[in-house]
């Protein structure tokens, strides 16, 4: 059993800073990738951003200069750092990760529960 908590989400006023938080938890043997998506209502999931094992990043130009992600490897946990914030950036944001159960188990991806951003004007 594989668990993607996120937390960090909130109502903020355009311009400020948030930082979301995911942890990945369960009988995880290797995690590929990790990243960040958002989704509102009406329109298809988004890339934000994702960031591999050996810490390589790709971002959507929309966030490119304001948003940055990390990860701490050791505590399976990936952060998105969200500077300069837009009412467009109003979302649910959802943790994924690309990971393995086992040495000979393929990557599968797996899902957080969704946690809402809200940039007010």
């Known amino acids: 059993q594989v668990q993607l908590v996120e937390s960090g989400g909130g109502l903020v006023q355009a311009g400020v800073s948030l930082r979301l938080s995911c942890a990945a938890s369960?009988?995880?043997?290797?995690?590929?990738?990790m990243g960040w998506y958002r989704q509102v209502p009406g329109k298809q999931r988004e890339l934000v951003t994702t960031i591999t094992s050996g810490g390589s990043t790709n971002y959507a130009d929309s966030v490119k200069g304001r948003f940055t992600i990390s990860r701490d490897n050791t505590a399976n946990t990936v952060y998105l750092q969200m500077n300069s914030l837009k009412r467009e950036d109003t979302a649910v944001y959802y943790c994924?990760?690309?990971?393995?159960?086992?040495?000979?188990?393929?990557?599968?991806?797996?899902w957080g529960q969704g946690t809402q951003v809200t940039v007010s004007s």
């Open positions: 994924n990760a690309v990971l393995s159960l086992g040495r000979q188990s393929p990557g599968y991806n797996y």
């Open positions: 369960g009988s995880i043997f290797s995690i590929y990738a």
